[in-house]
């Protein structure tokens, strides 16, 4: 049990820190040789790439920061199919997870450690992005329908509304519904309430990382896609 719950606590260590790659920091000094947090908004996440070095990168950006959410989850996955657990997500007779309720909590908390490694990524001294891409990405690894079902609703509402802060939030806030939806008959995460609960607090956390584009969204006066920002610093 003691080994078990150690490959538990990598799995923990190694999503955080796999969250922490700062890609769009990465992006701005290959391709500009520029700290992207001295421009636009300061803000170290695809949006702030896309507005000051162009839409090219900014998606290459929300790609790579999405699969900092996917890799960690498929890992775990991984860790529970062919581990001390038997199929895909099921217990084998007589197993448990020693540190966790079971194996949709520690999927699910495996997500918020990619998810909180990006908003405080220790590489860049815990000054990050606002989760929502890597959100997204723990959600492919954690159900892949259910991703598809978000993007459904995603693409539709950032093409009508041009603000990519609301489209994320609206994802966030959507995403448990559509895990449950895509869970069966099960709660969710193969029955775990406990997953459910994780999940409710990611989206309490992406919420507060997006609180000053919650403000300017009450006063409308949140930027919108396609609008360039100056080379300069400013509030984020």
Do not use: Q
Not at 57 to 63: E, F, K, P, S, W
Not at 128 to 141: F, T
């Amino acid at each position: 049990m003691a080994y078990e719950l150690l490959y538990e606590i990598l799995l923990l260590v190694g999503g955080y820190l796999f969250g922490s790659i700062p890609f769009a920091y990465i992006v701005g000094k290959i391709s500009r040789g520029i700290d992207i947090r001295d421009y636009g908004s300061g803000n170290m996440g695809a949006t702030n790439v896309m507005r000051t070095l162009g839409k090219k990168l900014g998606y290459l950006t929300m790609a790579f920061d999405m699969l900092k959410g996917a890799i960690p989850v498929f890992l775990a996955r991984i860790y529970i199919w062919f581990g001390d657990y038997s199929g895909f997500g099921t217990k084998a007779e007589g197993t448990e997870f020693p540190g966790f309720l079971d194996e949709g909590f520690l999927l699910a908390s495996v997500a918020f450690m990619a998810v909180i490694g990006h908003a405080l990524p220790v590489w860049v001294k815990f000054k990050g992005g606002k989760s929502a891409a890597v959100g997204a990405g723990a959600l492919l690894g954690i159900n892949p329908i259910a991703y598809v079902a978000i993007l459904l609703i995603w693409f539709p509402l950032l093409k009508i509304t041009k603000i990519m802060s609301l489209s994320n939030l609206i994802m966030a806030l959507v995403s448990p519904i559509m895990y449950w939806i895509f869970a069966g008959n099960d709660w969710f995460f193969n029955g775990s309430l406990w997953a459910l609960i994780v999940a409710c607090i990611m989206v309490v956390f992406v919420f507060w990382r997006h609180k000053a584009n919650l403000k300017r969204l009450l006063t409308g006066t949140e930027r919108k896609m396609g609008e360039k920002v100056e080379i300069k610093k400013e509030e984020e």
